[in-house]
């Protein structure tokens, strides 16, 4: 029995993929014959996205959507319809993270996140599902985080986000399986991008963030994983070789979930 791990004649929405996470999925599953179309809040950035993509060899259409926005992403996947072809996978990648102490973030910062991070998934998922079952077939993919299953400090709005969207990706596996629509959620570890920058800093006196340490001795393989590990099982779960996994969780992140840490020295 061939096993079908290819995405030609699909189209995939990558959302918030001008560069990071998305950008080395959409990279992948352009790699496996997907047709990419992506997102992005501000039209230089869409430029900055689809000139990379064309650096990379690939083809891809690109729009300008706040996902929080219903009126904007309802008009931008009628409009992809139109210019390319219907959705038939979805990536909510877009996601903001801010690090503040809970009793310190005010209510709007809180919201802020929640919106793009959980309320943006809910609104991007319903808006090609209906064309999905029209269609027979349709793949959902939430970008989740370890912060899905864990908490740490300063990243209240952020876990909730991600708790929550762990449970809407089973919760559209519960509703929509019936219509062959698979929705799986990928887990990322700790991966070297702009929205973790910050904690990879190299401190004033030239040592390496305290938090970069911490989670290399977080790691078993003792390093931050990159973003392009994680598009073979972006691929896997976007392909027909994933179409008896519904509403499962892939944690990509290089053992972390399994390890209580390496001892300090
Ligand atoms: P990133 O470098 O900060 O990129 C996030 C992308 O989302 C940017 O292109 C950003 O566009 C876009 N975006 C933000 N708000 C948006 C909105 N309202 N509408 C449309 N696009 C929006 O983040 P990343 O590290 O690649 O993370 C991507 C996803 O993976 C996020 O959901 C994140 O929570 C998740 N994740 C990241 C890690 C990690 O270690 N990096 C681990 C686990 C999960 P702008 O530049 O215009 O803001
Ligand atoms: C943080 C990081 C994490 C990662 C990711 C881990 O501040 O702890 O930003 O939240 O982004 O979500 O899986």
Redesign the pocket.
């Known amino acids: 029995m061939s096993v079908n791990f290819s995405l030609e004649g699909k189209v995939a929405l990558v959302?918030?993929a001008?560069?990071?996470?998305?950008f080395a999925i959409a990279s992948g599953m352009a790699k496996a014959g997907a047709t990419i179309v992506f997102?992005?809040?501000?039209q230089e950035?869409v430029d900055k996205g689809l000139a990379a993509y064309k650096e990379a060899g690939i083809d891809a259409h690109g729009y300008v959507?706040?996902?929080?926005s219903e009126e904007q992403v309802n008009a931008m996947v009628a409009q992809i319809a139109k210019d390319v072809a219907p959705i038939d996978i979805l990536v909510n990648?877009?996601?903001?993270?801010k690090r503040i102490p809970m009793c310190d973030m005010t209510a709007e910062q809180f919201r802020q996140v929640i919106d793009?991070?959980l309320n943006?998934p809910f609104i991007v998922s319903k808006a090609v599902i209906p064309s999905m079952i029209e269609r027979g077939h349709g793949k959902i993919i939430n970008?989740c985080?370890?912060m899905s299953e864990l908490g740490r400090e300063t990243v209240s709005a952020y876990a909730a986000a991600k708790g929550g969207l762990k449970m809407l990706t089973r919760n559209i596996c519960s509703e929509y399986g019936q219509y062959n629509i698979q929705c799986n959620g990928i887990g990322?570890g700790?991966?070297e991008?702009?929205?973790?920058a910050p904690l990879r800093e190299r401190q004033a006196d030239g040592s390496r963030h305290p938090f970069d340490q911490f989670i290399c001795a977080k790691t078993p393989a003792n390093r931050w994983l990159k973003p392009e590990e994680l598009a073979g099982p972006a691929v896997f779960l976007a392909s027909e070789a994933s179409d008896a996994v519904n509403g499962h969780i892939l944690y990509v992140d290089g053992g972390i979930l399994a390890y209580i840490g390496k001892q300090p020295q």
């Open positions: 959302t918030g001008s560069y990071g996470i998305g997102n992005d809040i501000k950035l959507c706040d996902v929080t990648n877009a996601g903001i993270i793009v991070d943006a970008i985080s370890m990322p700790y991966i991008t702009p929205q973790t």
